[in-house]
């Protein structure tokens, strides 16, 4: 894989941080004091750092996550629905920045993994399914209380839900408003992979390495493709679908790649 060097990304909010190593981007979710319940300029933050890294050649794929220990995101800052979020008007103006940030996610063109510990609720739960690979860490709950918080849940998010865990288990979860544990998660198909605690973070970033030594080129056509197949929101036509596909043909990393094949070795991809 090409060497990247070390760097840090500004972030709009001390609440999120942003770094990038060896290939893999890390966006680390800062608010453990509040189990990292995201608050509206961390939801207003998380598209502008997704851009940034998304656009950025030292990031093949990104990791979203909790800060050190801590859990992964328990949703919308509560304290802030009172206020923010008190009519109609003010909630409509917090759900679409919700929207955006899952947005984000889900069109960012390299691959993003949710690495999940502790926590996932409510947005968390969207953040997650905005995600291209769910991780998780026995232990790990999964829950949606909308329902017990009046809370309406963005249709654009609700779609990336369901088509991340099936509509069967969002009914379940929505409907229900009841808590998943990591090992039903996994079991229904809405997790990837469930590790130990003590694994997670390795097992994550050994994941994540292997992802961003694969052809860039080639990653961001398989991801605009399988959201199409999904029916995502913002999906992208069948003419663009082809022409992605045609430019990894035409890429110095496909012949790189062919040649890496026939000589036995790692092929060293430059994402052109």
């Not at 979020?85 to 960012?108: D, L, M, Q, T, V």
Request: hydrophobic letters at 50%; a neutral charge.
């Amino acid at each position: 894989m090409k060497s990247f060097s070390p760097k840090s990304f500004s972030s709009p909010t001390p609440r999120l941080i942003a770094e990038a190593s060896d290939g893999v981007g890390v966006i680390s979710i800062n608010n453990p004091e509040k189990r990292n319940a995201l608050d509206l300029a961390m939801w207003r933050a998380l598209p502008q750092l997704i851009a940034a890294m998304a656009t950025d050649d030292a990031v093949r794929v990104i990791v979203l996550r909790g800060v050190g220990d801590s859990p992964f995101a328990s949703g919308a800052d509560i304290s802030e629905f009172r206020t923010l979020r008190a009519s109609a008007a003010g909630g409509k103006a917090y759900e679409e920045s919700n929207e955006e940030a899952f947005a984000a996610i889900a069109a960012c063109p390299v691959p993003v993994i949710a690495m999940m510990r502790g926590f996932c609720m409510g947005g968390g739960v969207g953040i997650a399914a905005a995600c291209d690979l769910r991780v998780a860490a026995q232990g790990t709950v999964f829950g949606v209380p909308a329902a017990r918080l009046g809370v309406g849940y963005p249709p654009k998010a609700m779609r990336l839900v369901v088509a991340a865990f099936g509509d069967a288990v969002a009914r379940d979860l929505f409907f229900t408003a009841r808590r998943l544990d990591a090992a039903e998660a996994k079991a229904l198909g809405a997790l990837h992979r469930l590790w130990p605690d003590a694994d997670l973070e390795a097992e994550t970033m050994a994941m994540a390495r292997a992802i961003a030594g694969n052809a860039p080129l080639a990653m961001r056509s398989a991801k605009a493709s399988i959201a199409a197949a999904s029916g995502l929101p913002g999906s992208v036509s069948e003419a663009e679908l082809l022409a992605l596909a045609g430019a990894c043909f035409d890429s110095d990393d496909y012949a790189e790649g062919r040649d890496a094949f026939l000589e036995k070795r790692q092929p060293q991809f430059q994402g052109r």
